[in-house]
């Protein structure tokens, strides 16, 4: 997320929050799929670009305040009662045991010579939001700050900014998440194979090397949704879990997400429940792939042209009078993250009605044509990455 300065010589609890954010995110997985240029794999964070927005929200007026509150389905009338309800979220999206690390930083980086309004200072710090000061005409800026970025995401985003990005440019916000899990239930690696792997139709694209795993884990066919879920846990706590969500045959990702307008993401854990009350000691033959995604986004797009936020990249429109003295508009939001899932576990960081039938022998899951992927912070709902997988590969 990267502001310059305008040349003005040109002229519920926090339950309901999450559902809040949780319809955000699903809905920018859905406008990122559709807008690809060519079918490619995606991860992304969409918490970490919704924590940006909101921040950049507490100091917007006029149109530009209206345009981000509906994109994040914030009154501005009720932006206290978010900031309260985004400490209590943001407590729990700190874990740190010995089977799952999440970490998350949120900072401004800002020219030490002109620094944000004072009250703005105050409120990004209840979104846990630090402020950096530094000599943006320096060299080592961009260095910097990648710096910062890559410590909290471990290595995995090491190159944030590069030189190029520090035109007239006086401030930088970031939101950075960084997980590593092992599973529950650990894949066998002996038990991984060269698979082949399908589109949505049924035709063969490619292979990848598919893991294997025979366990109880909760899954259901939801037909509102038109697709097989299966939820993955992660650690002993059970704090965190993957979900996957398999279309029906012939049903794309993109019709799948559709289908979420209508079953809200409480919905299908609740799915998941009952399916566990009714059949918790059966087993589930789960096949997945085994998968790396590096995604690099720019989200200026998406959100002008599906969001409406449109005057915060608007220098003559855009009103930021609570944020800085000086005149300030968005240039660009990027957004970059990282996947790796294996037969141990996941790592990955980023930066900005069910329908029971009797079962009979064990349940096949086969995640061999395109998918999405969730993974999710259980106490609060939280969606803390996701994506989805349809273009194979060996990893």
């Known amino acids: 997320m990267i502001l310059s300065e305008i040349n003005v010589n040109k002229t519920s609890l926090h339950h309901g929050l999450t559902e809040r954010i949780g319809n955000f995110s699903i809905e920018l997985l859905y406008h990122t799929t559709t807008t690809q240029k060519q079918v490619q794999n ?4 969409p918490f970490t670009v919704w924590t940006v927005l909101a921040v950049i929200a507490e100091g917007a007026s006029g149109d530009t305040l209206k345009q981000i ?5 914030i009154a501005p009338r009720m932006r206290a009662k978010t900031r309260e ?3 209590r979220i943001a407590q729990w999206l700190q874990v740190n045991t010995s ?3 999440l ?5 401004i980086f800002v020219d030490e010579q002109k620094l944000p309004l004072p009250d703005f200072i105050d409120i990004a710090k209840q979104y846990e939001t630090k402020m950096i000061k530094l000599n943006f005409s320096g060299s080592h800026t961009s260095e910097l700050i990648n710096t910062a970025i890559s410590n909290v995401t471990h290595g995995k985003i090491p190159n944030l900014t590069d030189s190029g990005d520090f035109g007239e440019t006086q401030m930088v916000l970031t939101s950075a998440l960084y997980f590593k899990g092992q599973w529950k239930v650990p894949f066998n690696t002996t038990s991984t194979s060269k698979q082949s792997f399908f589109d949505s139709n049924g035709k063969r694209i490619g292979e990848v090397n598919m893991m294997y795993n025979r366990y109880n884990y909760p899954f259901a066919n939801i037909r509102e949704l038109n697709a097989r879920v299966i939820e993955l846990p992660y650690g002993k706590e059970n704090r965190l879990s993957m979900l996957i969500m398999l279309p029906h045959q012939g049903v794309s990702l993109q019709d799948m997400f559709l289908n979420f307008n209508n ?3 409480d919905a299908i854990f609740e799915n998941l ?8 000691d059966e087993e589930v033959d789960c096949f997945i792939p085994r998968f790396k995604i590096e995604s690099n986004i720019d989200m200026t797009d998406i959100l002008k042209n599906q969001f409406g936020i449109k005057d915060l990249f608007d220098e003559l429109k855009v009103r930021l009078p609570t944020m800085s003295r000086i005149p300030m508009y968005v240039t660009k939001v990027s957004h970059k993250a990282l996947i790796e899932v294996t037969e141990e576990g996941t790592v990955a960081a980023a930066v900005t009605g069910a329908d029971f039938s009797n079962r009979i022998g064990v349940v096949r899951f086969e995640a061999n044509r395109p998918f999405c992927y969730l993974i999710i912070e259980k106490i609060t709902n939280s969606i803390v990455f996701g994506g989805f997988y349809q273009h194979p590969s060996l990893f």
């Open 42 to 45: 995606l991860v992304m964070s």
């Open 69 to 73: 509150s509906h994109a994040i389905r």
């Open 85 to 87: 309800d985004f400490r």
């Open 99 to 101: 089977t799952v690390d």
């Open 103 to 107: 970490e998350k930083f949120n900072a």
């Open 263 to 265: 079953v809200p993401l």
């Open 273 to 280: 429940k009952l399916s566990v009350d009714e059949f918790g």
